[in-house]
């Protein structure tokens, strides 16, 4: 079999699909897409809203909560304890399905109406963290997204087994750590991607450093200073005399500290341990393609932020890991999953699931919403397993007879992630928005939903410029002031287990506000698109996320490790 160029039904540009993907495809049994990979990024990232919260009140024991599900599209939205209790269940929301009305249709009316938990977490396993979302087994945590088996960690995404840590994005395995992007290790500070380091301020691409400041590619190096060597003595008194509890030395260094970061070759990709890799972030994988902050993974093409082992096998997985076993086109998927095609909010025990969202150990159910413990489900109505794979033929046969059209006249029949009108939430609350940014204007124009999201009202108490300068001035009392961020001009506080870290680190107070705290490093990371570009040394062509007009100078892996050790 040959490659075969198809013109994406979204954004019109070609891709190609290799004879390895017709035979992933043919293995489960799935016709090859007819929207490119980057567009089926954007689609399924659409059906996920990590971090836009509301507040509401539970539909079942009238408790306040803060929810996902924007309350005036979501009528019913149950408390954790309620959702995931027995007082209720999902096939009590159960549809025929009418043979006359195209069957996305009848999933959109049976996702509205069905009750949804205020948060996606698995609620049992979470203790003293309501304001936390897409997370499980974690402890005195808030404002964390994306997150496993954390304990007092702040405003930070994609950090696993990690604990007092505030301000990070992409950390594994971490204690104390501090506005950092990728790594691991201990006392790690304003620094990216250092692995295996300690004691480590402002570096980037550091392993195994201690005691380093302003470093860039190092390896196995102690009491160093932008790379210059330092006796122990002079290197702690140098650290002491910079005041790093003062707010303003913070300011000062980072004015300067990535364009001396640039001046350092960058190695073509980030990864370690990996056999046969393509990608950006991609760690202890093995024949994977096209990925991007994968961890763990075997045998796997286009999948994003899988983050703990097994996966294998699957094609379009977004977001989590854990058990996932020959699946495609899925968001928030794991924890022992099988066979699970076109969904979103798939988890513990599922095998042979297909458009369905928020469905718990169960399997063989097709476009079903919010349901535990069952099986041979079809919009959450209960059949026997002969009549369960009867109706399933003939709403594929009808799809593909009829399919369903959207605004924009994209076509969506079996084989395709579910049409954008389905998604829980509009465009720019959702996750879609951190990586296809698009405004107003656009987001309506390409046929995706937009509304309004309200910010609560607050008056602002203190101006952050009158903030002691030291974190040592500064008092419990400030948590009880509501701060202007000096982005954005909203408003935000300073939580006080945030403020028991910062004053335990001996680190300022932020000046700005958790999403601008939170976008800077989103502008920072590197992205998943690969670029064709010529190694900064030897010319070789590699394939890297810098496109080639990007200031940075980046070396093939040759070149890159002559470079650093
Ligand atoms: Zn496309
Ligand atoms: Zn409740
Ligand atoms: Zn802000
Ligand atoms: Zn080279």
């Not at 997985?317 to 020959?326: A, H, M, N, Q």
């Amino acid at each position: 079999m040959n490659n075969e160029t198809k013109n994406c039904q979204n954004c019109k540009t070609d891709f190609i699909i290799e004879p390895e993907d017709f035979s992933f495809y043919e293995k489960i049994k799935v016709p090859p897409p007819t929207f490119c990979p980057e567009c089926r990024l954007q689609r399924r990232m659409a059906f996920r809203n990590e971090r836009t919260l509301y507040k509401a009140v539970c539909d079942l024991c009238t408790k306040n909560v803060v929810t996902i599900f924007d309350p005036e599209i979501h009528k019913t939205i149950y408390c954790g304890s309620c959702w995931w209790g027995d007082s209720w269940d999902g096939t009590e929301y159960a549809m025929e399905y009418d043979s006359s009305r195209n069957f996305f249709d009848q999933l959109k009316d049976l996702m509205l109406k069905t009750p949804k938990m205020n948060l996606v977490v698995t609620y049992s396993t979470l203790k003293n963290s309501d304001y936390i979302n897409h997370a499980g087994g974690c402890k005195n945590c808030y404002l964390l997204f994306n997150a496993d088996f954390c304990e007092n960690v702040y405003y930070s995404t994609i950090v696993n087994h990690s604990k007092d840590v505030a301000d990070c994005l992409m950390m594994n395995k971490t204690e104390f750590a501090y506005e950092c992007i990728g790594g691991d290790g201990s006392r790690i500070f304003f620094s990216e991607n250092c692995a295996e380091s300690v004691d480590v301020w402002y570096s980037k691409d550091c392993v195994s450093c201690t005691n380093c400041f302003g470093c860039v590619n190092l390896r196995n190096k102690s009491y160093h200073i932008f790379n210059q060597a330092y006796s122990k003595e002079e290197y702690l008194e140098k650290i002491k005399s910079m005041n790093l509890d003062k707010y303003s030395y913070h300011k000062l260094i980072q004015s300067s500290i990535h364009d001396f970061w640039n001046k350092f070759p960058r190695r073509f990709m980030y990864g370690r341990m990996n056999v046969n890799v393509t990608g950006e972030y991609v760690y202890a994988s093995k024949n994977v393609k096209n990925s991007y902050m994968t961890a763990s993974a075997d045998d796997a093409k286009y999948c994003q932020f899988i983050t703990l082992p097994s996966f294998k096998d699957s094609y379009d997985i977004s977001e989590w890991g854990s058990g996932v076993e020959s699946c495609v086109d899925s968001i928030t998927a794991g924890e022992g999953i099988y066979q699970v095609k076109y969904s979103s909010g798939v988890w513990s025990n599922v095998k042979n699931v297909e458009y369905s969202m928020y469905v718990i150990n169960s399997s063989d159910c097709f476009g079903c919403v919010g349901l535990r413990n069952k099986q041979y489900c079809i919009l959450n109505k209960q059949y026997s397993k002969e009549e369960y794979q009867k109706l399933r033929e003939q709403i594929i046969n009808s799809l593909e007879a009829n399919p369903y059209v959207d605004s924009q006249g994209r076509i969506f029949k079996y084989g395709e992630f579910m049409p954008y009108d389905l998604s829980p939430f509009s465009y720019n609350a959702s996750y879609a928005i951190q990586y296809f940014p698009m405004t107003k204007e656009e987001i309506q124009n390409k046929g995706f939903i937009f509304s309004e999201i309200k910010s609560g009202e607050h008056n602002i108490t203190k101006n952050t410029a009158d903030l002691p300068d030291s974190i040592s001035d500064i008092t419990d009392a400030v948590t009880k002031e509501v701060l202007a961020c000096t982005l954005c001009t909203k408003p935000y506080r300073i939580a006080l287990g945030e403020l028991e870290l910062l004053k335990r680190l001996s680190l300022p107070v932020p000046r700005s506000c958790p999403n601008c705290r939170h976008n800077r490093r989103i502008d920072r990371v590197n992205k998943w698109r690969l670029f064709e570009r010529n190694c900064g040394k030897c010319q070789i062509s590699i394939q890297t996320s810098y496109a080639p007009e990007r200031p940075e100078i980046v070396y093939c892996e040759k070149c890159y490790q002559q470079e650093v050790y």
